[in-house]
């Protein structure tokens, strides 16, 4: 089970580096929390600690609230320069 | 049984992941990811929480992604585009990426042969039992969530609202 | 009394003090009455701490206060502590006196300076620093105030410092000083290494004792005295003192005639035991003083600028101070210190109030016909010139007569003669000041003429209190051919200083000697009036008769040119050889190097920050990779 993590994981890393564009590259980000969550069900299950239960639930709940505020940046983002592919937001640069 | 539904389950969510890799069309990554977090939801169940896997549903596979693909769809960009130019950043991510994974693997390698404590019992990860410590232990965080989801939503309106017009 | 002694040197360092931080703020006024104040204020309390000391008797020892332990390292124990014996009260009523007339003096001169202030403060400070010197119970102690004085020198020299001539003149005094206090340095190690101790009791115990060897003692005695040379102005060092001129008249009459300069005979009278522990030191002496006497009056014979004459003439009556001295005549040697400080001081504060009234003139040819101009300045010079030339019943007569006729007794008879040549010489160029500026046909330029003035009253009153002393000075201090034990100086100063062999001399003797130093003051005299007042024609003559020797002593032996091609311009070339190819090359190199490298090394850096996302997450995860590689391993 925890191996499945670690695919999932691993391949979310891909992901996030292999799109062009910001909003693939967040729901690459996506795919790498719902990773730790299954992580950590499998402790909470091997030390029958519904803990790990617990952080899964406010994982998620946090994840929502970030999706949304993240979604409404882009969102400015793409109004700003007309453009999502992240080859071409350089602004950081230097 | 449970061993079947757990190869199922693990193979549709890594393959909705590489299906998302492979295709450059936003919205089918992001149906394609969809898959994957319904398949999370099944291995949740199987893990005994059954409580967090109606909630992945609900949330994630049912809200987050739907939100997504809203934003996909404001941002119309047609086609979609192809994947990186640059080879030697997704060659390289490549190699970092298992890298890593090897690494946690070997720093978890211990944990992972720790044996159970105990066989978790009937009402492991029961709606109430979760409510019940969600109330006790993890009130603090509890509040603070709720106070983070009303500034989420606060912020993410201001954010996005088209500007005004003078 | 000791607690009031203290009191002497710290009164003008407070004003000093207040004047240096607060100087701008003060109104003219205010800076006159604080300076002059606490100069009058110490020389009160030198008086006071004189007549306390007379009234304890010759027998006593003297007052030592320690003010506090100083310096504490191991075997090496210096305390700032202050002593009064009858020397010091010599000196300090001296410094104190004089110097408050010169405050005074000052208020007048310098009334139209825009620096007044700063004057003020350099002028007290330096009285700090010559007290302290005086004053000091030890060496080291001592050499702070040596050092002190050395440094109001060079501010006070270059007090017009916009000029460059007098900033040349400053740093000038102060390089050469600092090759004298060179070996001064040397000779304090000396002492400490073995003697174990620089305090003076410690020191006369030492070599009474016989805990050091005739070498060591000639050592130390003759590295102290090159100090005494620099300071003093004595061959070799004395260049600086020509150069001196260049600061206010006041400054050189206090500071170049009535003490600094004096500040080396003090020594070595101080150390008096030291060196008449060494034959070959005190031989040294004399010759030295009596060479420098007879060289710096031949230079004073042809300048032309009036104070330059004075500055050679100091230069040669301290000579006379150091013939004493090397006879053993301590007591002499300062009786000259104490008649020279009033009538030098009172000849150059006259010449001061004359460069005054003429606006500035210094060059002689321009001057002539002055003493019906000035009545108040011309009576005073006249006096300060009888003086100087040892004209009978004046001071100076007294003092020189002292030195030479205990020259004499010591079969020094060389060293004799130097002193008896000098006189002549002193008589005549001083005269020839005398003639030049006051009598004569009027010589002056347009410019002078128009502002023609005598001093005001500030000025003159001071001339007249120095002119008073340097007439009755002398009186006490009578030689034994008019009387036994009359010589009141030189028995107040009997427990301070050794009183050196005493050779019966006898009365016959005595008189000869006197009646041949009048000779030399009236011949010199006589000399000057002949060749400026009767037969003027007759110097040009001889000018134009001689005038390779003219050229020589006019150019003061070209000393200065030969230290500047032996040691000055070497040191500047070797300088600027150094600052081109090392400062220059290699350390302003190096740190622009690195500067250059850093820059280099950040654009190298900065290419990293491509403002791409996805680059930034790969080094993200790099590190991430690294970093638990490193963990796990």
Known sequence: MLLVSLILFVLGIILFFVKRDLITMFMAVEVMLNAANLAFLTFARMHGDLGGQLIVFFVITVAAAEAAVGLAIILLVFRRTKSIKTDELRSMKG | MNTVLFFILSTVAVGGVLGALFFSNQAYTALFLVLTMAALAGLYGLLGAPFIAVVQVIIYAGAIMVLFIFVIMMVRLGKGIPPAKKRWTVALSAVLGPALGLEIYLALAGALSTPRHSTPGEAFGEAEAIGRLLLTDGLYAFELTSVLLLAALVGALVLAKKPEKQ | MTGLMTFIPFAPAASALLLILFGRRYSRRAVSLQACLAVLASFLLSFISFLGLTRLGPGSGPLIKNLFPWVQSGAFQSSFALRFDSLTAVMTLVVTGVGFLIHLYSVGYMSRDKSYARYFAHLNLFTFAMLLLVMSSNLVLMFVGWEGVGLCSYLLIGFWFEKPSASRAGQKAFVVNRVGDSAF????????????????????????????????????????????????????????????????????????????????????CRLSVLYSASETALQVVGWVGGLT????????????????????????????????????????????????????????????????????????????????????TYPAFLVGALAIAGVPFLSGFFSKDAILSRAFAQGQYAVWALGLGTAVLTAFYIFRLLFLTFFGSERLTPKAKAHLHESPAIMTAPL???????????????????????NVFSNFLGPAVMTGRESAEALGTEWLLLLVSVAAALGGLGLAYLLYRRKTGLPAALVRRFPRLYALVHHNYYVDEVYGAILVNPLLKGSEAVYTGFDLKVIDGAVNGSAAATSFLAKILSRGQTGLLKDYALVILAGLVIILGFLLW
């Open chain 3, 185 to 268: 340095i040397i000779g304090i190690l000396f002492m400490l290494f073995y003697a174990g101790n620089t305090d003076f009791l410690m020191i006369d115990k030492a070599v009474l004792g016989g805990s050091l060897t005739p070498g060591v003692i000639t050592a130390i005695a003759l590295l102290l005295f090159a100090g005494a040379c620099g300071k003093s102005a004595q061959i070799p060092l004395y260049v600086w003192l020509p150069d001196a001129m260049e600061g206010p008249t006041p400054v050189s009459a206090l500071i170049h005639a009535a003490t600094m300069v004096t500040a080396g005979v003090y020594m070595v």
């Open chain 3, 293 to 376: 006497a007879l060289l710096a009056a031949t230079m004073a014979l042809v300048q032309t600028d009036i104070k330059k004459v004075l500055a050679y003439s100091t230069i040669s009556q301290i000579g006379y101070m150091f013939i004493g001295c090397g006879a053993g005549a301590y007591a002499a040697g300062i009786f000259h210190l104490f008649t020279h400080a009033f009538f030098k001081s009172l000849l150059f504060l006259a010449v001061g109030s004359v460069i005054h009234a003429l606006s500035g003139e210094q060059d002689m040819r321009n001057m002539g016909g002055l003493r019906t101009h000035l009545p108040r």
């Open chain 3, 464 to 486: 007249i209190i120095l002119a008073a002393m340097a007439i009755f000075a002398g009186y006490i201090g009578l030689p034994s051919v008019f009387g036994h034990n009359l």
